[in-house]
Nanobody, 113 residues
Framework: VQLQAYGGGLVQPGGSLRLSCAVSGIRIFNHMSWYRQAPGKEREWVARIYGGGTTDYADSAKGRFTISRDNARNTVYLQMNSLEPEDTAVYYC?????????WGQGTQVTVSS
């Protein structure tokens, strides 16, 4: 099982980015999540999407971020709008199936003017 996260980059405050996480080797999972880790901080959960499409968001992401999935492409997305410098972090995707989880390698998001 491999998770390939991409789409990060440098964006100005107020800008948008869409992260993608392509999954190979597994097609059915309980849910997929996005996490992030800022320098000097612990990794924190950002958003989750369940197999049926239900979504959950951390308070910091509500109203600005949207998690979605394309089952045909086995890919999960994180649309991030109104980005703030505090969103600067390495973003990771995670897949969960039963009690087993897999992590992607992370993609850097930097919000700066």
């Amino acid at each position: 099982v491999q998770l390939q996260a991409y789409g990060g980059g440098l964006v100005q405050p107020g800008g948008s980015l869409r992260l993608s996480c392509a999954v190979s080797g597994i097609r059915i999972f309980n849910h997929m999540s996005w996490y992030r880790q800022a320098p000097g901080k612990e990794r924190e959960w950002v958003a989750r999407i369940y197999g049926g499409g239900t979504t959950d968001y951390a308070d910091s992401a509500k109203g600005r971020f949207t998690i979605s999935r394309d089952n045909a492409r086995n890919t999960v997305y994180l649309q991030m709008n109104s980005l703030e410098p505090e969103d600067t972090a390495v973003y990771y995707c995670k897949a969960l199936r039963g009690v087993t989880s897999w992590w992607g390698q992370g993609t850097q998001v930097t919000v700066s003017s």
